[in-house]
């Protein structure tokens, strides 16, 4: 198997801190739905197999608010997202 745990329509909240005070209070900002979140083998150059999750989103028009939060989630969460 190439891909497991398929995971449709996941949700990631954007929260976020006031940057003067990073311990504080967190605000919630809204949320991204992406269309698909699995794990995908992959392997590297040594020939060791391992699995990489890969967040997915089909897209046919990149609107400025899924481009904002397309940013936003791959800024808090550290994740590149893969538009098809």
């Known amino acids: ?7 449709l ?3 990631f909240e954007i929260d976020v801190r006031r940057l003067e005070d990073p311990l504080g209070d967190t605000y919630h900002i809204g949320f991204y739905k992406a269309d698909f979140r ?5 392997t590297a150059a040594d020939h060791t197999a ?9 897209k046919g028009v990149r609107t400025p608010i899924y481009s ?6 791959e800024a ?3 994740i590149e997202i893969k538009e098809t």
């Open 76 to 78: 808090l969460y550290g």
């Open 9 to 11: 329509q996941p949700r």
């Open 38 to 42: 699995y794990k995908e083998a992959t």
């Open 68 to 73: 904002l939060k397309k940013k936003l989630i």
């Open 50 to 58: 391992y699995w990489v999750e890969v967040v997915e989103d089909a």
């Open 1 to 7: 198997d190439r891909v497991r745990d398929l995971e």
